[in-house]
C-alpha cells in the first residue's frame, strides 16, 4: 500500500486520523439545528454545492487542495499524498473575524487564517485520488464554504519541481468579517482573547507556526503576530486559554 507520507515522514504524527476527525462528519444542517440563530449566516445546502459544482467544473482525475490553516494538522479528508507547497502571489493572512462561536465571540471575537494577496505562501498540498473527490470534496465544503468567507478557487502551486493546480479557499473581500483593514494592535487583541467551542484564536495561529516549523519554514508575520500576543498576554497578567 502506498504510504502518503512518503516525502514528509516527520508530518506522520503531526496530521489528525482523518477516520477520527469531528469534521468528516461535520454537516452545516447539524449546527443549525444546534445553533437555530445561525441561520441566516449559514449558506444553505443548495448554495453549497452549487459553489462546489462550479468549483469544480471542468475537473478530472486526482484533485490537490491546498491547505494554509487548520487543513495542514486537521484536514479530515482521506488523502494518497501529502506534499509541502508554495503558491505565489498569495499570503496567509488572519484577516478572517469569528464571533460566531468558533473561536471568537461578539464580545471578543477571534481571528481565522486566509490566503490573500501578497508575496507567497507555504502550506501543505493533500492529493485527493480521482475514485474519492466526489465524497472529499463534499466533506471539505461542509467545513470550509460552511458559510460566506471564502472563494474556492483553483491557483498555481509549486511542489517539488513540479507545477499544479491546487483548490484552496481564498479571501473573499465582499464579505464583512474580512478585514484587511485591521490594525496589528486589534489583531494582537483579537488572537489575545478570542475562544469558542473550537479552541482559543491564539492556539489556532500556535498550531500554524508550530505545523510550518515541523517543515523548516518560517512565516515571519505569522510568527510575529504570535510573539506579539504572547508578550501581550505576559504583560496583561494572563495566560492564554485553555
Excluded at 150 to 159: E, M, V
Aim: aromatic content about 8%; hydrophobic content about 40%; charged content about 25%.
Amino acid at each position: 500500500m502506498h504510504d502518503p507520507f512518503v516525502h514528509h515522514p516527520e508530518l506522520r504524527d503531526r496530521i489528525a486520523d482523518p477516520e477520527t476527525s469531528l469534521f468528516r462528519t461535520f454537516r452545516a444542517e447539524d449546527l443549525i439545528v444546534q445553533e437555530p440563530h445561525l441561520s441566516d449566516w449559514v449558506y444553505p445546502e443548495a448554495r453549497r454545492e452549487a459553489i462546489r459544482a462550479e468549483a469544480l467544473a471542468g475537473h478530472s482525475g486526482d484533485l490537490w487542495i491546498f491547505g494554509y490553516g487548520s487543513l495542514m494538522w486537521n484536514p479530515a479528508l482521506l488523502f494518497a499524498e501529502v506534499r509541502r507547497a508554495h503558491v505565489a502571489n498569495h499570503a496567509r493572512r488572519l484577516i478572517l473575524v469569528e464571533y460566531r462561536g468558533g473561536r471568537g465571540t461578539a464580545e471578543a471575537p477571534g481571528l481565522m487564517a486566509t490566503l490573500d494577496s501578497g508575496d507567497g505562501c507555504d502550506g501543505l498540498a493533500f492529493r485527493i485520488a480521482a475514485a474519492d473527490v466526489e465524497t472529499e470534496t463534499d466533506i471539505l465544503f461542509q467545513r470550509e464554504m460552511l458559510a460566506p468567507g471564502y472563494l474556492a478557487r483553483f491557483i498555481p502551486a509549486r511542489i517539488g519541481d513540479e507545477e499544479v493546480r491546487v483548490l484552496s479557499f481564498l479571501a473573499d473581500h465582499d464579505v464583512p468579517d474580512v478585514r484587511p483593514d485591521l490594525t496589528h494592535e486589534e489583531q494582537v487583541r483579537y488572537v489575545a482573547h478570542g475562544a469558542g467551542d473550537l479552541g482559543t484564536s491564539r492556539d489556532y495561529l500556535a498550531s500554524i507556526v508550530g505545523h510550518l516549523g515541523e517543515l523548516g519554514i518560517v512565516d515571519q508575520p505569522c510568527t510575529d503576530l504570535l510573539n506579539a500576543v504572547d508578550t501581550y498576554l505576559a504583560t496583561a497578567g494572563k495566560e492564554p486559554a485553555p
